[in-house]
């Protein structure tokens, strides 16, 4: 056979036995690489650390119980107890003996008892048998009788003998009685180091037990893991959450915790990633915190790939530069491409609340998200950019259409051409003195071009009557009015930029202008009617009217007049150049025509023609009507990118031009907000054609929460009951927030615990102009601030409410600062309304459901109890027209206004403790909640406190009734007091009045 | 060594590597006498022995390892996708070797008068069991053994599901494919994609009923079977083997040119105006506007074509193919002769489109007709 082969066998039979070596270790290689995962390495760690926690907690509840005195004492009962059951009781040799004699004994009998039984029936049998025949009977009946008698002997024996056995054993049991429960005791006390050595003996291999251990060893091994691994993927599966797949939409699935596993227990706080535990487990991941692991999972909120379970492949992002490179270093880290929602980077994390949470005004625990959100709103990028969540939000600037009534030309031209040199704060932005147009011949033309919109400003500006003032006005006085009527609740007069940060509360001091600089700006003529009435000359402002007194507002007016930035005044606009301007007009006409109809067009014109034509395309070119209402733009559309869904644009659609940065949304966002124009550099463009978004001057800080909020803006919205529920209350308080942001009323009150932004600008006027020393002028700063409005919804009727935002009333005659008259309509005061009552969780429309009724016996008791024998409440609180005796900073408001003003119900908490519904409160507490029943007078009422309380309510309800004098109008100037000569002038508002729901009071008896 | 690469850039451009290779091609693979002489007279043949081998691979991989030297190059060389092509250019190279160095010392042997070396072979008998099946089994093991290990290696490039907004740029066929998509930049669609891979397997079909030459059967030679070799390799290397390198290393972001050390940049703009034969016609040459009617407006497309297919055959079989017209009779020849103008339309189409920036011949596109 071998000859007639081609190959040599032999050779051959060597090679093929390469080959199977080869290929079997190729396989066992194909095993071990895909045996090995990133995650198992993960779980392994965490299992040393666990082992490694659990010995010291194990260690740490063995100590503690080893050195608590009980355990010790029961400790020396179990051993004292174990002595005398081993005296006792012992299981000695005679007793086991004994008992095993006894036990053999019985068993015998019971066999043979058995076995009798057997017989017996077998011969009762016969015997029947023989009396029926009625043969043979003489023997059979002796032989049945014997049998029965043996029979009952031996049952007899049987139970002697149990009994003595069960003797036997409950003389043991007695003894072990008492050790088992003395070891339950010890059980009851160990129970939590226990639990923990079971643990141990489960998962630490030198406390398993052999079985345990080899177990242990080989449930992990290649094919045998598909039982019981110790390593698996964990998984949380959302079936109403899905992951965009772009043909269709599947469950997300996270695994997160494959390697996080340490997320949901707090014992890991300070153990490396990834096993450390979530920050804030109440608000996240825990079975009861709003946001569940198992109804969210993980990259609902974080972003990231949740199918992945190695580091790449989830989309992790560094959240900087010098994480970047260690990671590159640690996990080979590389961008993975083909996810679209890679994990929000952390110093971004909180992105991730907006796509549920878009509604709220104030998303708690999101700082830096509200931030972004916050400087959105201020800075009016909503206005060139639509954000489908600020819809129907104001224009953020000024109206321009009365302008040359408020300011000069040369003004304007400087302010457009770089605002921040007059303000350094203002919101208005920076179009000019760019990257992209600070070139020779960029800054030529973008003189002409501020001229050009100057021009056509002025021009198309509507005529606007301005009464002159009747007094001068007096700047010292106009000081003092502007620091304590309550301006810098919104404004704030800095000469100097701030050097600390914005935060949400300095927000709320930048709501309006920085007033510095303003005698530079306009006249005091302007300034004066401005304050006299704000809506005359821009209808749709939110600067309310204070109703200043002529007087009042003449003297502000002077005082505001007087800061005039002379520096800038004496600046020289540049001349006009009509070459540069030919060329701005023809940039733009040939847009629409040709060469020569422009060249046509442009001959019939003169220069005012082309400064207009000019000025109204640049003004449509830069969107200037975005922000601020123009004339002739009434019907432009905003010029920004739609950014409602930014945050799931692909970074691939932004242009990076030829900037060096990562190519991330977030990193793009952040340089366009620091430095809009930058993309330019590099390119060629015509002037047209540049990049226009001005430059706000964000800090860095600023864009990063900006950007935050970006990335928030995103397509996907969960399922709806993954959502904060949209119940009528939540819509209500949204809208309310809605409401409160666009009016800023948390620069004067704290709501939901946050605002009074006022009250440094309070204790700045106490020390200034009321000669307080800086510690006095704080201690009193609540007490001459805008009310807390905590629980206001409980406090106030809906119908005084609705009329008090509608048209306020003196309340408080001894602050200085006033609740201004804002142009609420009757949308804003029904949500309001809504909203303060969806706060304190109150029915809506509040019906008074209380008796209030006095007999003449419990009228006389309220007067008692209100008098100064008792707690003297006209000490602090105004009655009717008579002021209190203390010194202001203790007065209270007026009884007279209570029973339109407040609920019963809450008149009667307020008694009982005050400091529970408003911590901090000047209001005594005459019932002390801790003894209660003790703590009223004893000779009023029997000593009964909630009848003196109903009572003591019900007699205040009756002052407006006594004093008729007084109802809840404001009092007049007259009566309140030499100090507050202005504070009650109410300046009666003749405006148009909204329609409003008639007051209708049913007087009490 | 930053100037090398520069130049390389510059060469690497089609425009000037196609014509290159196109016409180094004929004096390595000479097709007829003439070039043969020229061949034997720069002693081009010396390639296929082993020390021309061995110069060869030495070449080609000092050029690899030069080039890897450079980031962009080293990019797209190293992506699990490109792996194969690589392997590909190291085994085309290889086995044209091998068999051109049996060819040529066939050739050798011939003209010394003596046997081929293939001669012997068909004396021997070899078993289909074992000899044939036990070494095709060993093979197979390497085989699955290599696959294994490569797939260990580099990862399989699983991709998350496609989105339509989102496409890759550049977006690449299947490396096998290379080739055809590198045709749709110079055909209509329907051309390069459906009537061309038709033609090129019905053309494939065709080659044993039109190569009648008994000479070379069974044996290696070049010197024998000179035009067929020539014809042949030259579809294989140039027109499928060097398009599909093309469309894997040089062809980037918006399907432009880079060269093999250039940045795959993105922005990258050339300026690419194509104008149709009819306009070349009508507006450069005669100072006229293109005329309504559509026939007479392609008329000069079509007058080309009817000159390529209809004429170009005939005076072919004068001079060029007049052997071959001889040796296979009008009919077969006729077939022949559209099958490769067919074949030959696409480097004439390439250079076309290079040197007069010609979009298409005939151009109609109200009917879905552009050739």
Redesign the interface.
Known sequence: MSD????N?NK?NR??AI??I??F???V??FV?DYSRSWKKYQAAFRELEIEKTRVKHDGEANKLQALPEYQALQQEIADAQKTIAERCSNSADVKKSLERLQAENDLLKHNYKIKIAELDAARYRYEDAIHKKENLAHREPQFQKLQGSVQDLKLKVEESDQKIAAQHSRQAECKNKAKELKRQENNLSKQAAVLERKLRRIDPDQMTFANYVADLVRDLPILDLASPKSKIEQIVLNDITDD???MRVPKVDRCTTCHLGATNPDYKDAPQPFRTHPNLELFLSTNSAHPLEEFGCTTCHGG?GRGTDFNNTAHTPASEEQKKAWEKKYRWEAYH???TPMYPLPYVEAGCFKCHSGETTIKGAEKLNLGLNLIEKAGCYSCHTIDKYKDWPKPGPDLTHLATKVSKEWAYHWIEDPKSFRHNTWMPSFYNQSNNSDPESLRRGQQEIQAMVHYLFAASEEFKLPSMPTWGDPKKGEETVSSIGCFACHNLQHELAAAPRTNDSLRREHGPNLTGLGAKTSKVWIYNWLKDPNRYHPETRMPNLRLSDEEAADAAAFLAEDKDVELMNKPVPPLDEAVVDQIVKSFMVKANTAQQTADQMAKMNLDDKLFYAGEKLIGHYGCFSCHNIKGFENYKPIGTDLTEEGSK?A?RLDFGFIHIDHTKQAWFKQKLQEPRIFDEGKVKAPEDKLRMPNFDFTEEEAGAITTALLGFVKDKPAPDKMKPQTPENIYIEEGQKIIRQFNCQGCHIMEGEGGAIQSSVTQWLMAFDNRSEGDAQALTTSFSPPNLIGEGKKVQTEWLFNFLHEPVTIRPWLKVRMPTYRFNAAHLNALVKYFNALDKQEFPYTETVDIKLSPEEFVAGEKLFSAEYFDCGKCHIVGDKMPAGSEESWAPNFTLARTRLKPEWISEWLKDPQALLPGTKMPTFFDPASFDKSGPEDVLQGDENKQIEVLRNYFLTLSAKHPAVDARPQSPKSTGPLKPAEAEAMPQTETQTTKPSLSVTQPE | MEILKHLINIAADPKILFPVIIAIFFFIFPPTDRLFKINQWLRLDKVWTKQGGIVLFAALLIAFLFGLSDENFRKIVTKPDNVPIVGLIFLTVFFLWLSLKQAWENDARIEQGKKTNEADDAQ????VW??LV??E??AM??C??FL??W??FLKAPL??????T?SPNPSKAPWYFLGLQEMLVYFDPWLAGVVFPTVIIIGLMAIPFLDNNPKGSGYYSFKDRKMAISIFLFFWLVLWVFLILVGTFLRGPNWNFFGPFEYWDIHKLEALTNVNLSELVYILLLKMSLPTNILLRELWGFLVMIFYFGIMPLILAKTLLKSVYERLGPVQYSIFAVLLLMAAGLPIKMLLRWAFNIKYIIAIPEFFFNI
């Open positions: 007639e082969r081609h190959y066998i051959l090679l093929f080959a199977s080869v290929l270790l190729s396989l290689w194909l690489d797949v772009n043909f790939r083909h996810w679209e692909s691939e | 021997e008998k070899v078993l074992p000899d036990y070494i089994f060993i093991l390497f699955a053994a294994v290990v797939s260990v991709e998350e599901p496609a989105n339509p989102v």
